[in-house]
């Protein structure tokens, strides 16, 4: 027999049954976007290199070591785009949508990255991402904030907490940069190797280092609020007196300085403690230089990405995704006039109602018929015999509910249906995952 062929490490089939957890949650994603008036964009998912050095940075762990860069059939280096910010502002300045405007854009879709997959962490997953342009003030920060709350709150989730932090203008994170490379240069003897490279590439990204050793060098560290610019100290702390306001609670970390070189000002993540070490649910922050950056008119510029793989995971550990849509209704025929009364049967109440009509195609007696309906979680199978076809009825029975089989005239079928759905037959109860 042939060898199986298996998808990429770190890259993964969603099935299903697990689609349909998926598409709820992407809908109640849709959902809330709508309601704060958010535009959706696609963008390509591949993309030129240059874009990504360009905007993420050079010297970051995702464009040094994790992007899937290839030369193409021209001879151009393009690469998988490993996040959507970078892509959103060039197709938005190559589009035009941000000249003199105020825009709040959302996208979804999978991004890649080739790090060392482990629980929760892939090489392809998912991001719902928004990205706002043209609003300066903190008051959009603060609704970027309320508004992934309010996500959290649709799926029922709990123990999801905010930490945010204060980056500063670029030029404050400059000296604030100076000062840090010359105390952790005196410390050198002690970094992880990482870190110790980290000294001169990315010195801000010692901070967020999980190393113990690291770590006790860091706690003696300047600080980066101790350096920030009053432009930034007034932003930030109303933005804190907003999210006061909106009743979000808050953590101050300031230690957390994301992992791409775009962001200045507001930084945020949500993060879990239920998912080991990858906790992070959604990250994001303020770019106002990025749009200038890539060749735009300055435009200030925050925003946010959530990785649908562990929100889904997290929804999953605290059951709080309601069950499955089932097919409602299982037409089993049994003979050839019972079958292609059954097809037209199907077509007939698809025509009528919205319901799922699941009709058997694969033959056998009532039992085996009415054995897949029950698998196929239907509320209601509509049986046809020689009989029924004869007498031009059709046998209704209710899975759920054991009461006997009767018969109900074809004519009068959607109307004893419809009476069914009022009485709560087609009604799903939620049994978590
Ligand atoms: P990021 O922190 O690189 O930010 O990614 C955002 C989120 O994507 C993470 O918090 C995590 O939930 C998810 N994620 C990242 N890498 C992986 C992975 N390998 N496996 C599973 N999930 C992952 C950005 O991407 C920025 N573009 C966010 C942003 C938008 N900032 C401003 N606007």
Redesign the pocket.
Known sequence: MAKLLQSLR?MNDILPPKTTQWRQLEAEFRTVLQQYGYEELRTPILETTELFKRTIGEVTD?VEKEMYTFMDRNGDSLSLR?????S?VRAGLEGNLFFGQIRRLWYMGP?F?H?R?QS????Q???V???TFGMAGPEIDAELIVMCQRLWRRLGLANVRLQINSLGTATARQVYRTALVEYLGHHTANLDDDSRRRLVTNPLRILDSKDPGTQAIVAGAPRLSAYLDEEAVLHFEAFQRLLDDLNVPYEVNPRLV???D??NKTVF??VTDELGA?G????????DGLVGQLGGRDTP???????????LALCIKQAKLRAVVPPLLYIAPVGLAATRTALRLAETLREQRPWTVLCDCAGGNFKSQLKRADKSNAAVALVLGEREVAESVVGVKLLRRGTPQRDVKLADLVSDLDQLEREGVFEVSDTGE
């Open positions: 770190g995702i490993p996040e959507g910010t970078a959103v991004m990255r790090e997959p929760e962490r892939y090489r997953f998912h991001q991402g928004v990205e994301r992992g791409l775009y962001y993540e949500w990858q992070t649910l959604c990250a994001g922050g303020r770019y510029a925050v925003g946010f990405a959530v990785g649908l793989e562990r929100v």
